[in-house]
């Protein structure tokens, strides 16, 4: 699709419109087209960001498992192994950065929140109380909530996992038998938070510690 259509697509959208990425502040992945690095850039410059991030040490627990259904190779890769190796998806042609899996989340992490456009909120804060987390982050943008709104059923501590599943499910739905498009849902495989404590050994601890720990202390997970 050309900047042309998809500004012409955008127009054509009633009330607002909501996109999704999972690109780094420098929007590097953009910067193969440089007219589209640059309205891209403009894009986010002119429009309300929200950032949600994670305890990194879940990050990369996820980030695995993710992997591992994708790649063979992976498979073969002790989890201690794959925190300390590069991030692939740091090996865009004209990045400057050659991270491991740590260095790429804290880079990650601080490039987006020392934005002064970017609204912040964790995933713990969604997973633990949904409706105030919206709530919250509806203030803080300036959006008011509908007096007659329903408060959101949180029925157990596993509901904004259950959210993520059925999402994703629908829109997996909505996509099959159509040929021309795609979808980049991802089905969470737990989604629930603190499940690193199984995962990392004291010298992964001393290693995620050793790169990102004071971005975990500025964050309030330890």
Known sequence: MSISEFKSLVAAQRGAVLVKTHAPPTLEPFGVDTRLLRYVRSLAA???????????RDVLVSLYYY?????REIRKVPFSDFIRTQNCFDT???SKHRFNRVESWKFHVEGWLEHSVVSSISYED???DYEMAVITLATRLGLEIEANVK??????????????HGFARRVARMMRGQSSATSSAILPRKGITGEWVRHFSDQDILFFNGIAGDLLQELGYV
């Open 46 to 56: 002119e429009s309300d960001v929200v950032y949600v991030y994670r305890d990194g």
């Open 67 to 71: 992997m591992r259904n994708n790649d």
């Open 92 to 94: 865009m042609p004209r």
């Open 126 to 128: 969604l997973y633990r």
């Open 151 to 164: 408060p959101i059923a949180l029925p157990h501590s596993g509901y904004l996992s259950s959210r993520l």
